[in-house]
Nanobody, 127 residues
Framework: QVQLVESGGGLVQAGGSLELSCVAS????????MGWFRQAPGKERVIVTA????????FEAASAKGRFTISRDTAKNTVYLQMNNLKPEDPAVYYC????????????????????WGQGTQVTVSS
């Protein structure tokens, strides 16, 4: 049974940092294309960043460049999102997702290409 469990969200001041984690079960996440998405109130769910299941290729949304980094710990079967220099526009529910796409294929930003999703974790930024 495939499961993704996110944690690490919370309240942080603008300019601060948070690390989100996503513990995977039922599959090997380092052989799977993994992504982080976010959805702010009243807005669409959008890609933040992703990593491929082959070669560790990465995709970053423009809003994430230079601030957010996706990584994996093979031993823990866990994906992380390190968020630095958080801004007032970053508050959202952040979701971990896994894709059945070929790990060698280009990473996609389309939520519909990710079949498995975590429950989400809330990130709030204060000024």
């Amino acid at each position: 049974q495939v499961q993704l469990v996110e944690s690490g969200g919370g309240l942080v001041q603008a300019g601060g940092s948070l690390e989100l984690s996503c513990v995977a079960s039922g599959f090997t996440c380092n052989r799977t294309n993994m992504g982080w998405f976010r959805q702010a109130p009243g807005k669409e769910r959008v890609i933040v960043t992703a990593i491929s299941g082959s070669g560790g290729r990465r995709f970053e949304a423009a809003s994430a460049k230079g601030r957010f980094t996706i990584s994996r710990d093979t031993a823990k079967n866990t994906v992380y999102l390190q968020m630095n220099n958080l801004k007032p526009e970053d508050p959202a529910v952040y979701y971990c997702a896994a894709s059945r796409d070929d790990p060698l294929a280009p990473l996609t930003a389309t939520p519909g290409r990710y079949e498995y999703w975590g429950q989400g974790t809330q990130v709030t930024v204060s000024s």
